[in-house]
């Protein structure tokens, strides 16, 4: 069973920055879109943003402008640049992958996550 590799949480202040990184721990359809989630407690997992191989990105309205996805695909990595962090950024960050941004949460290729805390 293919799984994602998440790293690059922390503990951070309010409006600092942190840089997420995954990989896949085996090989994947390699059309697949790729996208970051978080969970908060108490909540649902949600979708931050989505990427396609051409490069097309989805971002959640709570994060447009403030976080920016990338994916490597010769590498085979993502990364999400998260700069003006906010104490509701607060959550465990997940990588996944599917056909389609809006049906990658259809598939189980989630890994452990990894934990972003914004507080003072």
């Known amino acids: 069973q293919v799984t994602f590799v998440e790293s690059g949480g922390g503990l951070v202040q309010p409006g600092g920055s942190l840089r997420l990184s995954c990989a896949p721990n085996?090989?994947?359809?390699?059309?697949?879109?790729w996208g970051w989630y978080r969970q908060a407690p108490g909540n649902q997992r949600e979708l931050v943003a989505g990427?396609?191989?051409?490069?097309?990105?989805k971002y959640a309205d709570s994060v447009k402008g403030r976080f920016i996805i990338s994916r490597d695909n010769a590498q085979n990595t993502m990364s999400l640049q998260m700069n003006s962090l906010k104490p509701e950024d607060t959550a465990v960050y997940y990588c996944?992958?599917?056909?389609?941004?809006?049906?990658?949460?259809?598939?189980?290729?989630w890994g452990q996550g990894t934990q972003v805390t914004v507080s003072s």
């Open positions: 996944n992958a599917g056909l389609t941004i809006p049906t990658m949460d259809r598939y189980d290729y």
């Open positions: 085996g090989t994947l359809f390699s059309r697949y879109a």
């Open positions: 990427i396609v191989t051409s490069g097309r990105t």
